[in-house]
């Protein structure tokens, strides 16, 4: 394809030479000269200089403040983006979808509706009365419990489950590992037992949702939980019983969400973050990695909270005293009054 | 059900029309006329004054400090495992369990022993010398290991892996993605390299536990790991090598208990908590979220150790002082030495 | 197998009776007069003092400076690793590896390649072009992707997913839920919506590799991530696109590292850390457990930063005063200020 073609295609100016063939994309510093790359991060200049790139990607500023050294550059606003839509378009020309048809060691319940163009991989399962939207692709072993609905166009790499009743929107990206729709962890004790509360309510997902490798969304105890459009999962995560995810919020691996808190929409939650039950979270919160959530958030704004990570002998000796900190606050407030003018001052 | 009937059964005593027909339970805010519901929780009194719910589940405390508006009220005490034995009765009339047998494309053993009324579902494999014993289900696609052993009366859903040799429970509820018997991490540093400690040991799981979905449990190096009966594990913990685990103990998502660590019965172990090797918690002990447990408690209590939330500036600000929490303290020590009569008061 | 031979195999010099039959090993505490069992740590003393063992591997400094009571000892350098070859040894008599050959419900790509000796259970799907080297086992339910490379003599336990175009090197020993070449989490930002960038580089995984249950590496999003060889992964580890794991670094349980992080080799990296995204750890760093490394490390050593656990109310207590240790700061600064000569002293 040629550079003009995709600058055509997916918008932004070429500065250089626009007739040049391209057939891929690569980093700035493996690219060759039939690829495109790009640069979103100041910090990479450095490997522009050098690299051998067919064609850059960069912003407008970047472009009037940087030298190019005679190098292609495809310049407009939030080349990242463009960069994504670029990488899309050459990954779907270089693999080619599974095709349609289920495989004969498949097992699909006769009151499955399987829509057409479907491809659905060694082992499989398909529960009685589930649904598969027109073209989607259902990996190697996945399990698909009765009554479970998959949206049009969606993708399900091999070995995802997803259990009874549950709702997965269009064009959904699932990873091997995910389990939806597992029981919600709700007991009620009973001397010294717990007593299991069924968990009876589903997970109902939107559109455009991806989930990673080993996440885990559980059904609702009564009523649903829910995934809103747009939503990205990295791998790792936990959400709770009665959770509600906003629309294209995005969390990254190995954060635990307990059940019924609601985070809302556009948030950014880092990775290994915990975020406790029963809170909320307002539209467009960021929460650093690591962070306990232990209240809820009205304001949006970024929230942190994690240790500061020492030498171990450094932080020996801190954290004693943030175990007593209490008593270096005694000791100042036993110099406070000595010191009798500095209530005043105070 | 009327109503009276399921008091009945259940017990507590019905304040208005015990002769309401109930098909099930809900939420206050989505109950409906025949639904029943609960309030355990003194924050949902709101949610109970709009609950078009056919009775409500409450305690005599509650009963007798609120307005019920003329709503029938169920009273008794500890409503919520109440609660959760009327779910449990409703739950099982609306689903039946999947009918004894073992599916064709199971892979069953000849040498394995399955007892009566037991469901195989697809894609399972049963190994040598493995029992599965009476009424119990193994969802598809899940792996029993050889010459390990499944209570009665126990659900595996979906995909849950067993290593050879080991031992479940009578009554089990283990979920998708939940590995039983993988190796413990073992290894002898002899130069630069690591050799592997071979984990010949178990894993020997009582009664009544429920474990949640991706949640990983490994076999003992030499001797076994051991969960108690009735503990209850949710989702994606990692129980490592010889740990013990005592009765009736829950474990929230994400937690991990690193190798030869036993905790005590009836404790409360919050999600994302992690607990290090070689400890000893005592019986009834509660650990809250996000904590690190570095050393053994001696002494029951409820015990924390998460960093505080705050908006990122206002973190960066602190930690930066808990960096360097030893400087402040020496600048308390200079002050408290130009005025030496703090000393004689300390 | 008598003592004599086992030291001729494996070095160390014993003391006491060479002649006895040995047909095991076990802990100290439960070792009967057929079994080895060994002594590293000293902390373990009294059991051997109380141990029935038939030798007791020991080094020479433990070996001189404890009364062995009479017991046989099997005296040398780094007993530990020499029990793990005994043990090994033990091992690998007392389990027999499963046969070669493709179990009938397999699903094996007529163009993959699958050498001698090969072992392929139930269930398990080898896609096209797959290459599974010499003697390697590939469990039940194991999914080997389009063009995916197994190195010789590995071993897959059950359940084990493997994307396209992945490599393992030789000796790997995978556990049940490892998903290995998942899609990394990258998306560019575009209006409040998210765009995919196709991942398409490859997991690179060097030779002697164990990886725990329900572990998670992503593939590249353009070049590779790479493992280097001997490394050791414990259970649910979470390691993001481009990461790089130098040889022989070991990590335990539950860890997360984010994207294009790189660690060097001889690491040992504790349970629950996160590491940050685009860092770099200097060869022969250690890690404490739920350590969040928030910058690069560039000088080898212990590094921690967790927050110290307490009773709840004493944890309140100073919590309250880390969230306003600048207060705490502003109080000194203000005495200081009362006290000039303080100012000249610092």
């Not at 019983?241 to 919020?249: D, L, Q, S």
């Not at 948030?267 to 232990?294: P, Q």
Request: with cysteine; aromatic share 4%; net charge negative.
């Amino acid at each position: 394809v040629r550079l003009r073609d995709l600058a055509e295609r997916f918008g932004g100016q070429i500065r250089g030479d626009d007739t040049r063939a391209i057939d891929g994309v690569a980093t700035l510093e493996h690219a060759s000269a039939s690829e495109v790359s790009f640069l979103s991060n100041p910090r990479y200049r450095a490997a522009l200089a050098n690299s051998s790139a067919g064609a850059i990607l960069i912003s407008d500023e970047d472009a009037g403040s940087i030298d190019s050294g005679g190098r292609t550059l495809w310049v407009g606003d939030n080349p990242y983006a463009r960069f994504a839509h670029v990488a899309q378009f050459f990954a779907t020309q270089h693999s080619l979808p599974p095709s349609a048809g289920i495989h004969p060691s498949a097992v699909v319940d006769g009151s499955a509706q399987v829509d057409a163009g479907v491809h659905i991989g060694p082992g499989a399962v398909i529960g009685a009365g589930a649904h598969v939207g027109a073209g989607s692709v259902v990996g190697a072993a996945c399990i698909i419990g009765a009554g479970t609905r998959i949206g049009a166009g969606s993708l399900l790499h091999a070995r995802v489950t997803i259990y009874p009743d549950c709702v997965v929107g269009a064009r959904a990206i699932l990873h091997s590992g995910v389990v939806i729709g597992a029981d919600g962890f709700g007991f009620a004790r009973e001397g010294v037992a717990w007593v299991k509360i069924p968990q009876t309510g589903r997970v109902v997902i939107g559109a455009d949702v991806e989930i990673g490798a080993n996440t885990t969304i559980d059904r609702g105890a009564l009523d649903d939980t829910e995934i809103g459009d747009g939503v990205k999962l990295d791998n790792q995560i936990q959400i709770g019983h009665n959770c509600r995810i906003g629309a294209h919020t995005v969390i990254a691996g190995c954060t635990g969400i307990a059940g019924s808190t609601t985070i809302g929409a556009r948030c950014m939650i880092g990775g290994a973050a915990m975020i406790i039950g029963h809170l909320s979270i307002a539209d467009d919160t960021t929460v650093s990695v690591a962070t306990v959530v232990s209240h809820s958030i009205i304001k949006p704004g970024v929230y942190t909270g994690f240790y500061p990570m020492a030498e171990n002998a450094q932080w020996e000796k801190n954290a004693a005293l943030v175990r007593h900190l209490d008593r270096l606050r005694e000791r100042v407030r036993a110099l406070e009054k000595l010191l009798p003018q500095q209530k005043g001052g105070a």
